[in-house]
């Protein structure tokens, strides 16, 4: 059975620290994956990874793809209070088909 | 910026009852999807269409479940006759594959009594 698999489930930092959230996947005809952030509603687009190895940067967030150890990591550095989110994981497939992750609980304290 | 809306905002709705969620996808994508989120777990794909049609669908979307794309700009999804399990956040979003961009809508929380 495909899946994605995120850890830890919850971090709780303070302002200033870098946390690195994981994702792991078990997907069949993986095409690409993609990370949100998901605050009171509905979740936000951060990135999508389609290629091994590439890193993709957007201000204090970046996250890059490991197709030979079948995972990904996003990086927040200098994290601020209103990074507290859950951050999703999903993988969309050839078939254009999506698994989402559990998702990280991120708790930013002052 | 482009944004997916989607109407209503809340539905509340007595069980075995048909419901119609609708969403504007952006104009210019041509990948769309349904997901809903039960409160408290994680976001679950429902279908994508591409090119008016079904491109893929999960095991949630039985056969009480249907989508259309009626004029071109609207996305609708139709349950049927709701049952109680089916109260949750709809999110409809849609892709850009060039840009590598997805774009979730606000969603609908569908309350089924």
């Known amino acids: 059975e495909d899946k994605v698999v995120q850890s830890p489930l919850s971090l709780v930092v303070h302002e200033g620290d870098t946390v690195t959230l994981n994702c792991s996947y078990e997907?069949?005809?993986?095409?690409?994956l993609l990370w949100y952030k998901q605050e009171k509603k509905a979740p936000t687009f951060l990135f999508m990874l389609t290629s091994s190895g590439i890193e993709k940067k957007s201000g204090r967030l970046s996250s890059i793809l490991d197709k030979k150890e079948l995972s990904s990591i996003l990086n927040i550095t200098a994290t601020q209070t209103g990074d507290s989110a859950i951050y999703l994981c999903?993988?969309?497939?050839?078939?254009?088909?999506?698994?989402f992750g559990t998702g990280t609980s991120l708790t930013v304290i002052p | 910026e482009p944004e997916v809306t989607q109407t209503p905002s809340h539905q509340v709705t007595q069980m075995g009852q048909e419901v119609i969620l609708r969403c504007v996808p952006i104009?210019?994508?041509?990948?769309f999807y349904w997901y809903r989120q039960i409160l408290g777990q994680k976001v679950e794909f429902l279908v994508s269409f591409y090119n008016n049609e079904i491109s893929e669908k999960s095991e949630i979307f039985d056969d009480q479940f249907s989508v259309e794309r009626p004029d071109g700009s609207n996305f609708t999804l139709k349950i049927r006759s709701t049952k109680l399990e089916d109260s949750a956040m709809y999110f409809c979003a849609s892709l850009d594959p060039p840009a590598e961009t997805q774009y979730f809508g606000p969603g609908t929380r569908l309350l089924v009594l």
């Open positions: 997907v069949t005809n993986f095409r690409s």
């Open positions: 999903a993988v969309l497939d050839t078939g254009n088909q999506f698994y």
């Open positions: 104009s210019n994508h041509l990948y």
